[in-house]
């Protein structure tokens, strides 16, 4: 591992003995939403009716809320859920509307976890039949995790930093295209406690591919309890999903040495970057460092693009048409989310976002002067598959797995192949918001 703990923000500023106005204040809290009955579980089409037989691990929502007098009053909140959708991120909000918080509400997108609570006909399809009790249970556990972090809330003081591991993920649209390896970590640290805060791309299915039906949070909530058994919290954001998997071995492992594959160095690196906590990495948390931006889209009509270059478009017509009619019914908004807490900003993203865009967006905070940028795809809601329009073509043709993800990826934007560039437009205009705010 290769560590690039430079920062465009410095100093270690004393938090605890200096009590300004102005102190970033945060607190942590989750609440468990195992299923405590078979339910149908999320992430893949071809398995839509499966339930649930056991359960690995428990799932959580976690929150963290973040407060800085004459600045915004933010909670962060992430499900170990395939996805979030327009209807649970208004719910929650409506929930904790006596709060005053202003919410974003992601998912980590492990492929073992509840499903049934997508209304249309395209969310059962993926989630199972809809149940009007998850949904509501959902909204509870989150609300109940923030909740629990108003409870605590307190002076904090921030560091963040950036490690590379390689070898845990890989390109599955083009098995020699461009990696994403970066483990970015934040602490928040108050005398008697400290929340991580962590992110590495990767799809969670290591669980879902070898047992279909048990319950768990997969690499995301492995990763997360071993960070917590060195810390008092750890919350998984979600990267780059699109295009980006986790790398199997070859030769038939159990679920649990998958895990320590990848959970494994994820959590010890996450540690290492904790414990580190220099002065190079430090932030004054006595100074404003927090800012909140938001851009929201909103599209015309859904556009399924089931082919992955314009020479298929034509056959595959009929499926177009097909697709169309399934998502029609999912709302055309979607939300570039921001938040900044010094020299790292948390871009959250409604779709599982291709490594290009993700790319991009990274280099663009880089740019502006921040240390580090995260993209947090699943948050506020799901459009799809999300990549730049130059990424559609480029799936190589002698790899067959890699053409069924390409295809299958491809066929999966709600609406239309320049969706990336509105997406990275918006992103854009986020990140200089939350530079400008500071």
Known sequence: MTSDGGSAWSGSGDVASRQEASTLQAGWGRCEFTPVEPVPLAGYTHLRDRMSARVRDPLFARAVVLRQAGG?????????????????YQGLRKELADTGLDVV?????????????????????????????????????????VRDALHNIGPVRVSSGTVLIPGLNGNRRDHHGILDEELHVLRL??????????????????????????????FPGEAAVRIERQFDFAMYLAGALGGVDVRFPHEPVTVEENLEMMAGPIANGAVMLARSNSAET?????MPILSRAMVELR????DSCW?????????????????????KPVPRVARVEGIRIGPMAIIGLPADIGIGLSMQIKQAGKERGLARVVTMSQTGGCIGYVHMPQDYA??????????????????????????????????????DRLVGGR
């Not at 199972?128 to 009790?133: E, L, N, T, V, W």
């Not at 005398?191 to 997969?218: N, Q």
Request: net charge negative.
């Open 394 to 431: 480029v799936t190589p043709a002698d790899e067959g797995d890699a053409i069924t993800m390409g295809r299958y990826e491809n066929a999966m934007n709600f609406f239309g192949h320049d969706t990336g560039t509105k997406i990275l437009q918006a992103a854009v205009t986020v990140l």
């Open 189 to 218: 640290s108050r005398d008697d406690a400290d929340a991580i805060l962590f992110s590495y791309p990767g799809h969670p299915v290591i669980v879902a591919e070898r047992d279909h039906l048990a319950v768990s949070g997969d």
């Open 105 to 145: 509400c992601s998912a980590t997108h492990t492929h073992s976890a509840s499903g049934g609570f997508w209304r249309p006909l395209l969310g059962r399809a993926f989630l199972g039949r809809f149940r009007p009790g998850a949904l509501e249970r959902l909204i509870e556990a989150g609300a109940m995790a």
């Open 307 to 327: 082919s992955y270059d314009d020479d298929h478009r034509r056959m595959d017509w009929f499926l177009n048409r097909i697709a169309t009619r399934l998502i």
């Open 282 to 286: 430090a932030v004054d948390s006595s």
């Open 299 to 302: 599209f015309e009509k859904p």
């Open 72 to 88: 915004p009053d933010v909670a962060l909140v992430v499900y170990d859920l395939v996805i979030t959708t327009e209807e649970l």
